[in-house]
Each structure stands twice: as structure tokens, then as C-alpha cells.
């Protein structure tokens, strides 16, 4: 997810994510969020698989967040970005069986 939003947002490559309106928009506000404030504009939710976490919402600001990372020291400095926090909030589900489901 991330590699395919990053080629179709930052390089223009045609994907099954180019074709999302308003997604290059969305990474970009977030970006800048990101560099003004030094964290995300909201957490991303993500449900617990087997094979990891799949996000469900944000994965748009997942993929900024990532990609501000990447960026140099040097590069922060020049467009005066703050310092990301490495921790950031994320909300996680947790997916229960129908037996799970007392919580007392």
C-alpha cells in the first residue's frame, strides 16, 4: 500500500491508487501538517490481522508520515519543519471471536 501510493502520489505513476480523487491532495495536507506540527493531524485506525495491521482510515497520513521521515535533516531545515515524534498514536481493532464477546 504505502510503496504504491508513494509512486502514484510523489511520482506520478499510474496505479490502482492514481485513480483515488482528491488522494495526492489528501497526502500533501498531510505532509504539511506533519512538518508544521511534528506529529499526525489524527491517528490512523488500523484492524489487527494475521499478516499485521491493515489500516481502515489514515492511510493516507501513514503514507505521509512515512515519507516525511524519509526526508534529510537538511532537508527539514530548508522548509523550516520541526522535529516528528518516531511514536505516534494509532487506534487499533481488535477482531474477536463470537465467544470473546462477554467482557465482564
Known amino acids: 500500500m504505502a510503496e504504491q501510493m508513494t509512486q502514484a502520489y510523489i511520482y506520478g505513476m499510474t496505479n ?3 485513480s483515488i480523487e482528491s488522494g495526492r491532495e489528501r497526502m500533501a495536507s498531510a505532509l504539511i501538517f506533519i512538518a508544521r506540527n ?4 489524527r491517528a490512523p485506525i488500523a484492524v489487527e490481522g ?8 489514515g492511510s493516507h ?4 508520515w512515512v515519507t516525511y521521515r524519509e526526508f534529510t535533516e537538511n532537508q ?3 522548509v523550516g519543519a520541526k522535529e516528528i515524534d518516531p511514536a505516534q498514536a494509532i487506534w487499533v481493532v481488535i477482531q474477536m471471536s463470537e465467544t470473546d464477546t462477554d467482557l465482564t
Open 76 to 78: 527539514r531545515k530548508e
Open 61 to 64: 497520513r501513514v503514507v505521509a
Open 16 to 18: 490502482a491508487y492514481s
Open 50 to 57: 494475521k499478516d499485521g495491521l491493515q489500516f481502515v482510515d
Open 38 to 41: 511534528g506529529h499526525l493531524p
